[in-house]
């Protein structure tokens, strides 16, 4: 188990990595071409699709990864089961979607043309679709391949921005258009991987299945509401009391944050899943740890470097036109590593069978972001709403730390520093990613 995982590890790090460079290099061609104010509506414009999907998606997607995991129900009935739940969703999510914006699209979204929410709209089924679905192949510890379903999303779109930009050109629409593209073809990829290693459909309905499935979802439910308000209720408020030109500043600031979360990202997927089917709790106890102090460590690592270069990076990558992301990227920054810990804490619990306690836990921190950022972004700007950003991110890891430690019987600064021993693993990581790659790559060359 221990190298299957380490090589799994591997492998999601490069095409984690890959995704980082595809999704910097279409931010760049996105942001350089569309400007502040077009980067800022066609921000605006996505924002309803991932709060469609937070408030009328109960997470059965998780559902699948822990019940799979527990094999409690076959992977062939469970994907049957999703497909028919994704489709009725999808109906229900996009009627809910043109009420809100034929009836109050200007209220919500101001100085967001209609026509650009409800061809952002369109994007719900597809976010959706996998959101239901791409927990399956995790449940079925196919880390390869769900890793790759990202990695086409990213590699199609960005062949669809730079083809419009050397072709037709690039506007707002258009760069929904391609949005839709990738993320159709990662859908039709995503099932049939899925139908593969799943052994086929079965579209009888399994009423069990789905009651459980919603008990289990919904309580992560509440949680996947409460993250979308953590994580983008700041960028509405800053298109409602400001403008889209300073959300197209600010929408740069926590997109290029969020890219230090690669690590978070990789090591959470990854322990979801194991977590899940562990049943050696000594194990268990000393994995979570692990992953969450050098992740940690790594992103903090990441975030100092980025503070340094933050000037050189936004104003000749993006142009000098988002010089004024500088300041909030750089206050963003930290709060990113404060969420890089959480992935790691929030998956054991929830793999536990134990999916309320991090939407609880994120309750007192949300309410005060929202209020702050009431408060703040009027007065100060898309610094206010940074610095906002950053106080609720750290009270939230807190907090989370706090209670991890509660239920898992670890030491705090077990869970949050980095230990000497900890060192060969960078070591072992080293030479194993040498081994197979760099190795690989010379016997096929001789």
């Given at each position: 188990m221990a190298g299957k995982f380490t090589k799994d590890t591997i492998f999601t790090f490069v095409i984690r990595l890959l995704n980082l460079v595809l999704a910097t290099i279409s931010s760049v061609i996105v942001a350089r071409t569309l400007g502040p104010e077009g980067k800022g509506i066609y921000s605006a414009a996505v924002l309803l699709p991932p709060l469609l999907l937070a408030f009328t998606n109960p997470a059965i997607g998780s559902a699948a990864v822990y019940f799979i995991g527990k094999k409690k129900y076959s992977p062939k009935e469970v994907f049957g089961n999703h497909i028919i739940f994704s489709f009725l969703n999808s109906i229900f999510s996009v009627l809910v979607g043109l009420i809100i914006i034929l009836f109050f699209g200007n209220k919500f979204f101001p100085n967001i043309k209609i026509v650009y929410l409800i061809s952002g709209l369109f994007l719900t089924p597809l976010y959706i679709f996998l959101n239901s679905n791409l927990g399956i192949l995790l449940a079925l510890q196919k880390i390869r391949k769900y890793n790759l379903v990202s990695f086409i999303q990213e590699l199609v779109?960005?062949?669809?921005?730079?083809?419009?930009?050397?072709g037709l050109g690039l506007g707002i629409e258009t760069v929904i258009i391609i949005e839709f593209s990738s993320l159709f073809i990662t859908c039709v990829a995503l099932f049939l991987w899925i139908k593969k290693e799943a052994g086929g459909i079965s579209f009888k309905l399994n009423k069990l299945y789905l009651r459980e499935s919603l008990s289990y979802g919904?309580?992560?439910?509440?949680?996947g509401i409460l993250s979308f308000f953590r994580r983008r209720a700041d960028m509405f408020l800053v298109n409602f009391f400001l403008n889209p030109t300073a959300l197209g500043f600010y929408s740069i600031a926590v997109a290029l944050s969020e890219k230090i979360l690669l690590i978070a990202q990789s090591s959470g997927l990854i322990l979801f899943p194991r977590v899940a089917s562990e049943n050696d709790k000594n194990r268990l106890k000393q994995f979570t740890p692990l992953v969450c102090r050098n992740t940690l460590f790594i992103t903090f690592i990441l975030a100092i470097i980025l503070f340094f270069f933050s000037d050189f990076l936004i104003t000749n990558f993006y142009s000098k036109a988002f010089a004024e992301a500088v300041i909030p990227f750089k206050i963003v920054l930290f709060g990113a590593v404060a969420v890089s810990g959480l992935s790691s804490l929030s998956s054991d619990i929830s793999?536990?069978?134990?999916?309320?306690?991090?939407?609880y836990i994120s309750i007192v921190p949300i309410m005060a972001n929202i209020i702050l950022d009431i408060l703040w972004?009027?007065?100060?700007?898309?610094?206010?709403?940074?610095?906002v950003s950053l106080i609720s991110d750290i009270i939230l890891f807190i907090i989370t730390v706090v209670v991890y430690s509660k239920i898992s019987g670890n030491r705090i600064k077990d869970i949050i520093f980095v230990k000497k021993s900890d060192f060969r693993l960078y070591k072992n990581f080293l030479i194993l990613f040498k081994n197979k790659y760099f190795n690989y790559s010379n016997n096929q060359t001789r």
């Open positions: 779109y960005l062949l669809g921005v730079a083809f419009m930009v050397l919904v309580k992560i439910y509440f949680g793999g536990r069978g134990k999916p309320m306690i991090p939407a972004i009027p007065k100060w700007g898309i610094k206010g709403a940074a610095w």
